[in-house]
């Protein structure tokens, strides 16, 4: 009867406790994204009068205890929309509550315009940020392409492995790469188009953003047009004892190029130390252009090498864009060791390269206008190799002097090379750059008050320059000497920096920000080998700096207004590519150091408008003008006395970087967007940029209009979007003259004259959640198959393109 008695309290006690943990554990609601099932953090859950929150952690959850039957929640995030739900309900939907992603995001965090983060309500400047779940959403090619989802960056491509970023009217060496802190730009980023930036994987991009605007304050010389500041995933530590791991994978299919790409990441960590390895492979194929409109961008010839001869080949398929595929891996490792709440050692490594890249516009040109014989029987630049090595220290206990310190020292390794072959002669050559270069940061902050910080810092680098150059004999594999393309010498290129910002809310309604910058430069380049070019100097020096200062004011009159207005200054020195080249940058024309060569200078005012309507909907409308002086331009110069010289057996034009004087570029960019309903979501935006120089030139940097429309539908499991991206023309009295010696890239006036076509693409993207660790994307770009060539770009756009990609997350 005793075993009886105690066998019915044992399982009492037992039945007892089981509904007591199912009681705790109903307490505990989980917060999802109702497209995709994903946790949401920092998701706000309160009660009609504020005296009951709970706050949702890294994996959604919150305790709410504190509530009872009888209350009612509300659930608030700046990017959902707000839900609110009686306590029985949420009780009904088993403590699992799914939110709808908002169109209109008014509260965000942004980091890149102190290097700290700050409420984006409270900055002056223009910014467009790209998180991670816009980035598996519109699958991207490269991080070029990433950066033109954004639609308010202009991506210009002279071949498929390519991407160079415009932002109001500057590109190439006047806008700047930033990488978890660290300046990619180096000593031979040109003022032509560069394709550094696909060096970048962006599989591996956890945010990205863009100030719009002189960005010299913070970042230095380089930033006139703006900054891209990309942030990489970070490792994730453990909250208990238990470690902490994820997979996540991704397998892509697009068919305009016969894209294949696969990536896999792996996270692991414990409480105080974590790694992160991440891999990602791509192939392209040669790209095929759209069918309608402009046949005379199609590849009707190509070359091809048979025996020992080269032959003019006729293209079966003359929207295949022949010899234009490339490869390319990228490798990421981190690890992080945090042995306090105050300290962090983080380390992170960088590996990307690539196939040989063909230049897709060097390829299709003929040697005359009888279009009989193409010029370049190879043309292609070799591996695009980019290495770095990032050692970051993050200190965050408040004392006298901070209250959070950052230091990086990075390193970096960068080698490229180009190598060209005419059609029918059988010497290659061969031209080869190497960079070391060597960074270190030191940012800190101090709050002053409650109201008042002070961000500020000292950043020094340093570059190491060496070039090479040969030719080969492709048939009896002989190898000579050429002329390298940078001093043979080499060439140091160094700057050390010091800068200091602070924001204030002078009041609860005007937030101030104002900083200076003072910048100091060296430059020196050896020519040793004068066979080729008798130099009248043996090595080129440049020893300059600046001081440069911002001013901006934000003023809020209430929740739904916000107005901007923000002064800056910028500039940039010489780098080597811009003083001691020597290159062939058109047919027949050869660009020549300029040891005269002094910085360029930007001067800009901004204006502001931001008007939300209750979290519905936002309306945001910027217009700037930029004033430069000693403005870098190539023009017409003298060599020796001579204004032409034998370059590479043609007798050329010379040309030179040089200060033209002053510049104007001015223009605006509007945004709207607005939630029509729970689940249908509107948004559009358009640019405009001008600009000229003092002899009223075009300025070759300066984008057509452009803009956006996006129409997205959203619900349980599913996201949908339909949209058009469009693209102004540029005539041909507005474009630049070094674009007007380009006629094999643009389309033909009336009058036979090269300009940039008005173009439009009708696309549609979308994915379904198959379960939480499982989502399938699928898309079809330029929908119509419109053939089109976006502006200054060698290589045509993608025709229909049909997407598929299976992304998976354990």
Known sequence: MRLKITS?????????????????????????????????ENVAIFNLDHTKTALTNTIGQADISVFDQNDTLFFQHPSYQNMILPFNEVVKLKFIVRLTESTVNLSEVVVS???????????????????????EYYNPQTTADLLNTSNEVYIQKSQLGGGSPMIRGFAANSVLLVVDGVRMNNAIYRSGNLQNIISLDPNIIENAEVIFGPGSIIYGSDALGGVMDFHTQSVKLSYGDTPMYSVKALARYSTADNEKTTHVDFNFGQKKWGSLTSFSFSDFDD?????????????????????????????????????SGYNQWNLMQKFIYKPSKTLSLNYAFHFSTTSNIPRYDRLIQYKDDKNDTLKYAEWYYGPQNWMMHNFNIGISDSNKLFDDARI?????????????????????????EKVNIFTLNFDLDKKLSNRTTIFYGIEGFYNRVKSVAET??????????????????????????????????????????????????????????????????????????????????????????????????????????????????????????????????????????????????KFELTIFYTYLIDVMVRRDFTFNGKDSIMYDGVMSKVQAVVNAGKGWIYGGSFTFMADLTEKIGFKTNMTYIKGEDDEKEP?????????????????????????????????????APSE?????????????????????????????????????????????????????????APGRNFIIALRAAI
């Open 472 to 617: 080969k004999n492709i048939i009896t594999k002989e190898t000579g000497k050429t002329s390298t393309r940078y001093p043979d010498g080499g060439s140091d290129y160094s700057t050390i920096a010091a800068y200091g910002n602070i924001k204030s809310n002078l009041t609860d309604k005007i937030t101030l920000q104002a900083g200076i910058r003072a910048s100091y430069v060296l430059l020196k380049s050896l020519f040793e080998d004068k066979t080729f070019y008798p130099f009248p100097y043996d090595k080129i020096k440049l020893n300059t700096g600046a001081i440069n200062g911002s001013l901006g004011l934000v003023y809020r009159p209430s929740d739904k207004w916000q107005l901007n207005t923000n002064l800056s200054s910028g500039f940039r020195a010489p780098n080597i590519d811009d003083i001691a080249k020597v290159f062939d940058s058109e047919p027949e024309n050869v660009v020549v150091p300029n040891k005269n060569l002094k910085p360029e200078y930007a001067y800009n005012i901004d204006f502001g408008v931001i008007k939300s309507f209750n979290k519905k909907a």
């Open 287 to 323: 790209l095929k252009m759209g069918s309608i409109k402009h046949p005379d961008y199609q590849r009707f010839d190509y070359v091809e090498r048979i025996g020992s001869n080269d032959k003019m080949i006729k293209n079966s398929d003359p929207d295949v864009q022949k010899f």
């Open 113 to 135: 315009v102190s290097k700290w983060e700050q409420k984006r309500e409270e900055v002056p400047n223009k910014i467009s940020i790209i998180k991670v779940k816009e980035i």
């Open 408 to 432: 990086i020292l990075a390193y970096q390794n960068v080698e490229e090379s180009r190598h060209d072959r005419k059609f029918g002669k059988d010497i290659l050559r061969s031209r080869t």
């Open 699 to 735: 300025l070759r940097h300066v984008s057509p209009l452009f803009g956006n429309t996006t129409f997205s539908y959203t619900a349980t499991k599913i996201k949908v979007e339909i949209y058009a991206n469009y693209n102004g023309e540029i005539s041909y009295s507005n474009l």
């Open 8 to 40: 019915l309290i044992r399982t009492s006690i037992i039945l007892v406790l089981f509904l007591l943990l199912k009681s705790l554990q109903a307490q505990t609601i989980k917060v999802v994204d109702i497209s995709n099932l994903q946790s949401i």
């Open 740 to 796: 007007r010696d380009k006629p094999y890239m643009y389309a033909k006036d009336k009058n036979g004259n090269p300009y940039s076509p008005i173009w439009f693409t009708l696309n549609i993207k979308g994915y379904y959640q198959i379960i939480k660790q499982l989502q399938i994307n699928i898309g079809i770009e330029n929908i119509l198959d419109y053939r089109y060539r976006p502006y200054s770009s060698g290589i045509v």
